[in-house]
């Protein structure tokens, strides 16, 4: 069963490598909740993503393990044939053991239950928006979003919620008595997951394209005389560049303020401290790549390689006794947003 600790680590393990690593260094006390509801959320976005299968069965599909989430319902889920649609082992694996997830849940205390609750119907939410939304999407009919509220709320609802369940999580276990700015904390550590989903909103910019997605919205579009179709063509990468810079400067000021909350968390929490910076770094790094490409080399998968991250990783641990290099980690770019403010628009 999954509800034993070894279960629900093998399948993390096999279900995600990046986050993974996250995960393993996090303190045992917050380990479980956080890997179970990360567990549940990859099962929520395999199910949404199955293209395969049509548009109601998958919202089907994801409103009754919703239900089963929040104790609506008891009826056992079968995701049989999402199953058979997945060419990952580890995504046919984790769709077979839902019933396990779903028992892990029962473990926990009923304010952890409820913080995961929580956070999972806001995931949902945010995915069957984004199903209904490109219901009526292709490479030749390409769907925009119309303002930068629905795209901030688009990254509120899949990661920006994320971060704060993360938040509440770990303060009421690790640092229930911490002495800190709660509003604040808690808002930067939305904007954390926010910065992380921006950057990769950015960086898979021309493969949604492909999809018939466009996440940067037409109230940006329009007065720079862009349209969705020839965004990524060589002829806009006059008017392109700045607006798609803009949007860089607005995930980087995100994770400005992601590393104030990282430096917020108690220097005692070492492991949590590091779980945070580890993610910052890499998307800090991204967002370099991504601001030094023009349109053509965006259209390669612009990534941090296997080495930067075991380097980043290997550095935070090595300057961490050291408060003074450990904050150049992340040294804010020249004419960087601070933290406190965004760019370009609302945060």
Not at 144 to 162: H, M, P, Q, S
Not at 289 to 307: E, F, G, I, P, T
């Amino acid at each position: 069963m999954i509800g034993s600790k070894q279960s629900l680590d093998d399948l993390l393990k096999a279900t995600s490598r990046s986050f993974y690593l996250t995960l393993r260094v996090l303190p045992a006390r917050v380990r479980p909740q956080i890997g179970l509801a990360y567990l549940l959320a990859r099962t929520t976005d395999t199910i949404a993503d199955t293209e395969i299968l049509p548009l109601d069965q998958r919202l089907a599909a994801l409103q009754a393990l919703r239900e089963r989430i929040l104790g609506l319902n008891s009826t056992p889920l079968n995701f049989g044939e999402f199953a058979k649609q997945q060419g990952s082992a580890a995504e046919q694996l984790l769709l077979g053991k839902v019933e396990d997830s779903l028992s892990a849940l029962q473990s926990f205390s009923a304010a952890d239950q409820q913080l995961i609750r929580n956070v999972l119907t806001t995931i949902t939410s945010g995915q069957e928006l984004d199903l209904r939304r490109f219901a009526q999407a292709s490479s030749q009919q390409i769907v925009v979003l119309e303002t930068d509220i629905e795209l901030d709320d688009y990254t509120y609802r899949v990661a920006g919620c994320v971060g704060e369940f993360w938040t509440k999580i770990c303060r009421a276990h690790l640092f229930p008595h911490a002495r800190l700015d709660e509003k604040q904390f808690i808002t930067e550590g939305i904007r954390f997951g926010k910065g992380l989903q921006l950057v990769n909103i950015l960086r898979d910019l021309p493969e949604d394209l492909k999809k018939g997605r466009c996440y940067l919205p037409m109230d940006r579009l329009k007065p720079a005389g862009l349209l969705p179709q020839t965004l990524l063509s060589t002829g806009d990468q006059v008017q392109f560049l700045p607006l798609y810079h803009r949007y860089l400067d607005r995930a980087e000021s995100h994770l400005l303020a992601g590393w104030n909350y990282t430096n917020t968390v108690p220097f005692s929490q070492f492991r949590v401290r590091l779980a945070c910076a580890w993610p910052i770094l890499i998307g800090a790094r991204t967002i370099e790549k991504l601001r030094a490409a023009d349109v053509n080399q965006l259209q390669q998968r612009v990534k941090v390689s296997r080495s930067e991250v075991r380097g980043m990783m290997a550095c935070s641990v090595l300057t961490y006794p050291f408060p003074f290099l450990w904050r150049k980690l992340l040294p804010p770019r020249e004419n960087a947003v601070p933290p406190g403010g965004s760019s370009d628009s609302q945060s």
